[in-house]
């Protein structure tokens, strides 16, 4: 007996599994976009528009938080329109004589494997080496809090480090995150067009993480508000393995998840007469 045949999946769950990536892949970069320009403007006009004394959590926050708010209501708006247009069916025609070749359909590339790629290596790369760093200041008996202060710090200065405002807490998540999902995009778009980078992610890997350190310790931190003295810096080993094991290695795989091409499959042997 043949198998019964499969029921299609309903249009609201696949909207359900789509819509996250979607509105992820539309929202990562336009907030990485308001935040590098709130970024040069704090800098640029922070003094006259604060006075000489540091900003408040608030006042550093609202432009960018409206920026993020914007964008991810303009993404969600994308995702939405891009499902709803995807599950409506083409008109059915009456038959003609001639029959014309249909124009091949572009594919949405929010759905593509390439945006697919991204959104998930991102946030498993930034959710990874966030657990572990956490887990090691932990072990070391230091504070979170404390933590995620330093890494807004590299934008807005030592003000970020105050322990009574949470704010700048959250603001060195969605940083880090926003980091974890530029330094996915390249990747990924670099193994969309060099495949071979996808072919040993277990060697691929590690050696982008190790490129990713090499950049953020000699070009990207010195460039902010909290320059490193020394490199390497102190007790750098923890850092340099995250970077391998939590942050190359992860991307690699999942980028050779979605990229890597199917493997050819051996021609079928004639039947025997």
């Known amino acids: 007996?043949?198998?019964p045949p499969s029921r299609p999946e309903p249009g609201w769950r696949r909207r359900v599994r789509q819509a996250a990536p979607l509105t992820l892949f539309a929202l990562a970069p336009k907030g990485v976009c308001c935040l590098a320009a709130y970024a040069a403007g704090g800098?640029?006009?922070?003094?006259?528009?604060?006075?000489?004394?540091?900003?408040s959590t608030m006042v550093a926050l609202?432009?960018?938080?409206?920026?993020?708010v914007a964008a991810g209501a303009w993404g969600l708006w994308r995702a939405r329109r891009a499902l709803t247009l995807s599950d409506v069916a083409p008109p059915r025609r009456a038959p003609q004589r001639r029959a014309m070749p249909a124009a091949p359909r572009s594919a949405n590339p929010l759905t593509s494997p390439l945006a697919r790629a991204i959104v998930w290596s991102g946030l498993a790369a930034g959710a990874l080496d966030l657990v572990y760093v956490c887990g090691l200041t932990l072990y070391r008996g230091g504070n979170v809090?404390?933590?995620l202060q330093g890494i807004a710090a590299a934008l807005f200065g030592p003000a970020a480090r105050n322990p009574v405002d949470w704010g700048y807490?959250?603001?060195?998540?969605?940083l880090h995150f926003a980091i974890a999902f530029i330094v996915a995009a390249l990747f990924c778009m670099a193994a969309k067009f060099r495949p071979y980078l996808v072919r040993?992610?277990?060697?691929?890997?590690?050696l982008y993480g190790v490129a990713v350190w090499l950049t953020m310790q000699l070009i990207f931190l010195p460039l902010t508000r909290?320059?490193?003295?020394?490199?390497?810096?102190?007790?750098w080993e923890p850092a340099f393995l995250a970077h391998l094991l939590c942050v190359g290695l992860p991307i690699a795989l999942i980028?050779?998840?979605?990229?890597?091409?199917?493997?050819?499959q051996p021609p079928a042997a004639p039947d025997a007469a």
């Not at 807490?169 to 969605?174: D, K, N």
């Open 169 to 174: 807490a959250i603001v060195g998540v969605l």
């Open 1 to 3: 007996m043949s198998p």
């Open 43 to 55: 800098a640029l006009f922070g003094r006259e528009l604060c006075g000489a004394s540091a900003p």
């Open 145 to 147: 809090v404390a933590l």
């Open 62 to 68: 609202a432009p960018w938080l409206g920026g993020v």
């Open 226 to 235: 909290t320059p490193p003295k020394t490199f390497p810096p102190a007790n």
């Open 200 to 206: 040993q992610p277990g060697i691929a890997g590690p």
């Open 255 to 264: 980028a050779a998840r979605f990229l890597a091409a199917p493997a050819a």
